[in-house]
């Protein structure tokens, strides 16, 4: 299998011992996946707008997550009309 630069280098790094696994591993593993899994299922388009200031924030959110500011918009979006991380029940 044919490498890129960028691939070998990661490669030569990781067998360095370069990398250590994240704390709770398997929590966040589970998290990006339904991320992914989230992203690949989206079948309408929104346009909204707001503030630059606003979508400033959500894109240095955005890469803090390590996500594309759409992804976590919409993941906002969802466990907003979801109630989620709330105590409301009237879902």
């Known amino acids: 299998m044919k490498l890129t630069t960028e ?4 490669l030569a790094s990781v067998e360095k011992g370069e990398w250590q696994q994240i704390s709770d591993f398997k929590s ?3 998290r990006y996946k339904q991320v992914a899994e989230n992203t690949v ?3 309408k388009r929104v346009n ?3 503030t630059e200031r606003d979508f400033v924030h959500f894109q240095k959110k ?3 997550e390590g996500l594309p ?3 976590l ?3 906002i979006l969802h466990k907003y009309i979801n109630n989620y991380g709330t105590t409301n029940t009237n879902k």
């Open 7 to 10: 691939e070998k280098d990661l």
């Open 28 to 30: 966040k593993a589970a």
């Open 41 to 43: 299922r989206k079948n």
């Open 48 to 50: 909204i707008r707001m």
């Open 62 to 64: 955005a890469l803090q």
């Open 69 to 71: 500011y759409q992804t």
């Open 73 to 75: 918009i919409s993941s």
